[in-house]
């Protein structure tokens, strides 16, 4: 198996399908969340998730910068730290900076596939800060991937609950 092929392969549709449904967002619709339960992120809360899901995760796992402030240890941090209430999650101000972002994310993916190399990510192990269990690094970047597309997924629903006319075309970038 290629790893870096296959990684290359699942973040460009990945991205491709992301950028899509961002493109369906409309800035006046930023503050919306579901109306039933509890502990939902607003649009622009997803948003900024979904921006950082890809490529600063890659980061992470690439290179251990983690994006912490100065002095902060992602392996000291409590799992309401690492798992904040919705409420408590930075949201983007517009779908501009959220494009933005999310172009920035996904060329950080990209560089940060080039710089490991497929050496590591085929034989070094990356255990996650949240899971220290032993896994290859390709195989924690290919779950960064699947983060991505379960927060995709998220905003296509989202969209759907808005009414907005999407289609399962537009969940897989069709």
Known sequence: MNWTELLKSEVK??????????????????????????NWMTVG???????MAGGGDFRGFVTGDWGMPEGADVAEMSADDMLPAA???????????AKALLAEGK?????MLAQAGEERLATEPAPAPWNPTPMLLGHRLLQMVTHLNSHKSHLYYYLKLQGKPVHTGHLWGM
């Open 13 to 38: 549709d990945a991205y491709h399908a992301a950028e899509g449904l961002v493109d369906l967002v409309d800035d006046d619709q930023l503050d919306w969340k579901p109306t039933t339960g509890d």
């Open 45 to 51: 809360q997803l948003l900024k998730h979904l921006t």
């Open 87 to 97: 409420e408590k999650l930075p949201a983007v101000g517009s779908v501009a900076e």
């Open 107 to 111: 060329q950080l993916a990209f560089d």
